[in-house]
């Protein structure tokens, strides 16, 4: 099954997203674990590691500063990071599955 939010879509949404939607397109759907550990390491490391690459420019630091400011979040690198951390294999397995149920249901 081939969504909008596929690569190559229109989607324009955050990179974790669309990170998360090549996870889920290349996802078999026979498959009851979507994806394998490994692939989630490696694709939760590259988020991890992204979030510094985002935030290399004094104005894109400034950026997230103020939307840190704005919305009461810790700083950006260390607020995602933490998220990244703690997500684990079963939760993006489980958001697959719940997308991919209401995708069918369309």
């Not at 009851?32 to 988020?47: C, G, S, V």
Request: aromatic share 10%; net charge neutral; charged share 30%.
């Amino acid at each position: 099954m081939r969504s909008a939010m596929c690569p190559g879509g229109n989607d324009r949404t955050n990179h974790s997203r669309r990170a998360g939607a090549r996870v889920r397109c290349s996802a078999r759907e026979d498959d009851p674990e979507r994806t394998t550990q490994d692939d989630f390491e490696a694709t939760r490391d590259y988020l991890m590691k992204n979030s510094y690459v985002m935030t290399a420019t004094q104005n894109q630091r400034l950026g997230y500063a103020l939307d840190s400011w704005w919305y009461g979040t810790p700083e950006y690198t260390q607020y995602v990071r933490g998220l990244y951390g703690k997500l684990t294999r079963d939760d993006v397995n489980n958001a697959i599955k719940n997308t991919v149920v209401e995708d069918s249901r369309s």
